[in-house]
């Protein structure tokens, strides 16, 4: 679950390597990153075009 912070820009990055270095399953690794990601810059993308 701590995956879910891999978007914020200062604690995202050392948390997938810590994730790597505990092995941490490539598929959930994926699917957990990637929703973090995909809702960020949905986010970014919503105040950037005044969607909010």
């Known amino acids: ?3 879910l912070l891999s978007w ?3 604690v995202g990055d050392p948390l997938t390597v810590v994730a790597g270095i505990l ?3 490539l598929c959930s690794f994926v699917v ?3 929703v ?3 809702a ?3 986010v970014v993308a ?3 075009l005044s969607w909010i």
């Open 8 to 10: 914020v820009p200062v």
């Open 32 to 34: 957990t990153v990637a």
């Open 46 to 48: 919503a105040i950037t």
């Open 36 to 38: 973090a990601k995909v």
């Open 40 to 42: 960020r810059d949905l």
């Open 23 to 25: 092995r941490e399953p």
């Open 1 to 3: 679950m701590s995956l």
